[in-house]
């Protein structure tokens, strides 16, 4: 099986010479998994974490399934943010030319006149749902011919609160198309969703081998919230701190936190990435911390999410999440890969409550206690008040640098905490209505009953 090649799974000769040139021969499991299927015309539902290889796991038979003759467009892959949907059709881009297909990105941000005459031109469209409504409504092009439909990282669409709009837009696509479901969870609200869009489809689940997953040490600090940027400081000044994710709730916090940074050290290069930024800025924020001209990227959830950056040392909650989900999906972006990360969490005396449930929901809470959290712990302010040398309770880890001017919060540090599990993704559960449009015949044999099969209640 390990040996399987991408010709092996059905792949055309143009797509594999495509990957070859850019060194790529082996497909990954979940490529392996999957492909054949998609290329019977089979519906999927995928359950995969970033970094899988996914893209290329429905990108490539997805090519293959589209003829350059097809009226346009001919497929379509919905995206949660505009950084996934960019980075979709850079990885597909190659593999589409190969095959003298166009595929073109449809988000905000950029000018809506362009946008569309690129996107009605292509076969393939990658598309974030809100632009993507605007554009159908605004007349730009229309998907009465899509036949194909790939959903990615479903959960985090629904988290983000898109299903009335994708319904909306299911609604408009063919009942017969071929749907691919992809998504870091298939529970709840997510694995309603993919039972309304998908019929009788082939489930499979990858998940990262046991000897490849990296252990997360897991650190919960107490702190008043004048301290809090001091206290962060000291955390991304450690000599053992690596390329950080610093996550914050507002646009406007993560600019001030970076402007912060920016005036109380000379060693933190750090850059803000949220929604208010244009394409451009989001994308050479990016790029910068992915080549290391900045190592630290404070974002927001909705910003972050897409972000798919090796070798990340440290993620830290400057601001509390919202939920359990929101916690697994910022610290996951940490201790891939085989490599060990360090997920730290800050939280003031009125958070304890909400920060402490998330940790025991999590099985941290012995981590969450240490951080002496029942004890109110003293702020900088009034450490510096006396002299600077305030007691603390807890341990830190040997080589994490120098005190800072008033002492440090109280904090804890528990080592050898594991990765959570995936949490259940939070969403609307109405299952969306499928249209009446007339059935069309799909040329692969394995669909030919597809249409019948479709007929049954939702």
Known sequence: ???????????????????????????????????????????????????????????????????????????????????????????????????????????????????????????????????????????AFDLENVRYLVLDEADRMLDMGFKPAVDRIVRQIDDSRQTLFFSATLEG?????????????????????????GTIEHRFIHVSHEAKVETLVGELESPDRGRTLVFVRTKHGADRLVKKLSKRSRQVRAVAMHG??????????????????????????????????????HVINFDIPEDQDTFVHRVGRTGRAGADGVGISFFMSDQAKEMGSIAKSLGLHQEFEASGAGFHAESHTRQKRSGGNGSRSG?????????????RPQQSR?????????????????????????????????????????????
């Open 1 to 139: 099986m390990s040996q399987q090649s991408f010709a092996d799974l059905g792949v055309s000769n143009a797509v594999v010479n495509s990957l070859r040139d850019r060194g790529i021969e082996a497909p990954f499991p979940i490529q392996r998994q999957v492909i054949e299927d998609i290329l019977e015309g089979d519906d999927v539902l995928v359950q995969s974490p970033t970094g899988s290889g996914k893209t290329l796991a429905f990108g490539v038979p997805l090519v293959d399934l589209v003829e350059s003759t097809d009226p346009r467009p001919t497929a379509l892959i919905l995206a949660p943010t505009r950084e996934l949907a960019s980075q979709i059709v850079d990885e597909m881009e190659a593999i589409c030319h190969a095959r003298a297909l166009r595929i073109a990105a449809v988000y905000g941000g950029v000018g809506l006149q362009q946008q569309a005459k690129r996107a009605a031109k292509s076969h393939i469209i990658v598309a974030c749902p809100g632009r993507l409504e605007d554009q159908l409504q605004r007349g």
């Open 276 to 313: 208010n930024k244009s394409q451009n800025q989001r994308q050479r924020a990016l790029a910068d911390f992915e080549d290391g001209r900045v190592d630290t990227l404070v974002a927001t959830d909705v910003a972050a999410r897409g972000i798919d950056v090796a070798d990340v040392t």
């Open 189 to 213: 609200a997510a694995g309603k969703l993919a039972a309304a869009y998908t019929i009788d489809p082939k489930t499979h689940v990858n998940r990262t081998p046991k000897e490849k997953q």
């Open 395 to 407: 341990t830190r880890k040997p080589g994490s640098g120098p005190s800072r001017k008033g002492g």
């Open 414 to 458: 528990a080592g050898g905490g594991k990765g959570s599990p995936q949490g259940r993704a939070e969403g609307d559960d109405r299952q969306g209505s499928r249209g009446g449009k007339p059935k069309r015949n799909r040329s692969n044999a394995s669909n030919r009953n597809r249409n019948s099969r479709r007929q049954r209640s939702r």
